[in-house]
């Protein structure tokens, strides 16, 4: 589900576990982008952010090929990283809550102090943050998903089931704004990812995230990919730079989607997508470049997601922002991409919204459910056989 326990490392630290990646231009100020990292699936009321992790947003600027044979988004080596950390849990509140405060780092080098709850959040030099509990705004028929991989056929029923209703996540919102944060010399294009890694002078890179459902879904084991039966490639894909993939098991990655890539455009029964003679599939090496483009000199858009990859394919021009907004129901946009190229009708998973729709204002996210349900799991291919 998106990137929720995300791999072994994921499920035995939740403080540092990434759930979702949200960039998109601010639907009441277009001249500002928001970046949303969620982190901490199942939270549980009082739940803290690690104090031994750094939680960063990073974001380059990237630029649209003008031909279909140029390189897939050309992204520089500039970044403005957006780097937040936290500490121990101070003494309680007047409530009996837990109070943990929060620096962020500007790409200036300019902190930011905020209080993790405090929907005031922080503020400085054209930035706002804010940082706490809220309700997960992610929504999938997680238990279908499953079962369609498992059957190896299209499993979801009109009207699905939302595995993910009424649960929290611990969220980190910075809205920034563009001309004074990034500079127009920066251009309008941007790639953003985001990432946890531990803390001190010599990081190690925890979990990243850029696109959903990259390790739980396309790197996932379905039995089709014989050149990686036993490793775990989640952790591994984890430690990766989002920006430059290292050699040592970039054929590994590039093997499983090659394999999962053939294997999702057949669940409808047709193939869709032609692969080269060698068996690379066309989206192999867009899905690879694991980040988020955003377009900011576009309106803000709620079913954006993929967009400007699409239009990449297509060989057409872009004309939403892209990124991804926290009402959007990539899952679907997704889904239809991998099994019908989106020349056929949309692939749903009978999932449509949130529990609660995120709002159009700062800090966006919808409060957080005072009584969460019991943490859900993420069920198996090999559990549903």
């Keep these: 589900m998106s990137d929720h326990l995300s791999g072994p490392r994921a499920l035995a630290d939740p403080a540092i576990d990434l759930a979702d990646l949200y960039a998109f231009p601010s639907p009441a100020r277009p001249d500002r982008l928001v970046l949303v990292m969620n982190v901490f699936p199942n939270a549980r009321p009082g739940a803290l952010f690690s104090d031994a992790a750094d939680y960063r947003f990073r974001v380059r600027p990237a630029r649209i090929p003008s031909e279909r044979s140029d390189p897939l988004f050309g992204v520089g080596t500039d970044e403005y990283a957006f780097t937040c950390t936290f500490s121990a849990p101070a003494e309680p509140d007047a409530d009996g809550a837990p109070v943990q405060r929060g620096t962020c780092v500007l790409p200036s080098g300019e902190s930011v102090s905020f209080e993790v709850d405090d929907e005031r959040g922080g503020h400085g030099s054209g930035v706002r943050i804010y940082a706490g509990v809220r309700l997960d705004p992610f929504f999938m028929d997680v238990g279908k998903e499953v079962e369609t991989r498992a059957a190896r056929r299209l499993a979801f029923l009109p009207k699905g089931s939302n595995a993910l209703e009424g649960a929290d996540v611990l969220t980190i919102v910075v809205e920034l704004d563009v001309a004074t944060v990034l500079g127009s010399a920066s251009g309008t294009v941007f790639a953003v990812a985001a990432e946890t890694v531990t803390a001190g002078p010599y990081p190690m890179r925890l979990e990243r995230l850029g696109r959903l459902e990259m390790k739980n879904v396309l790197l996932s084991e379905n039995g089709v990919d014989p050149g990686n039966t036993v490793v775990e490639l989640r952790d591994l894909y984890n430690e990766e730079d989002p920006f430059e993939l290292a050699p040592t098991y970039v054929s590994a990655y590039r093997s499983r989607l090659n394999a999962n890539l053939v294997f999702f455009d057949g669940l409808d029964g047709r193939l869709d997508w032609s692969t080269q003679p060698d068996g690379t599939h066309p989206l192999t090496e867009l899905f690879l470049a694991d980040f988020l483009v955003v377009d900011v000199a576009k309106p803000y858009a709620e079913d954006s997601y993929l967009e400007i990859e699409r239009a990449l394919l297509e060989g057409r021009a872009h004309t939403t922002c892209g990124g991804r907004s926290l009402n959007d129901d ?56």
């Design 330 to 385: 990539g899952f679907d946009t997704l889904y239809t991409l991998l099994i019908n190229a989106g020349r056929g009708p949309r692939i749903s998973d009978g999932v449509d919204g949130a529990t609660v729709p995120a709002s159009r204002e700062f800090p966006y996210l919808a409060p957080p459910n005072p009584d969460p349900p019991a943490p859900y799991s993420v069920p198996t291919v090999a559990a549903s056989r």
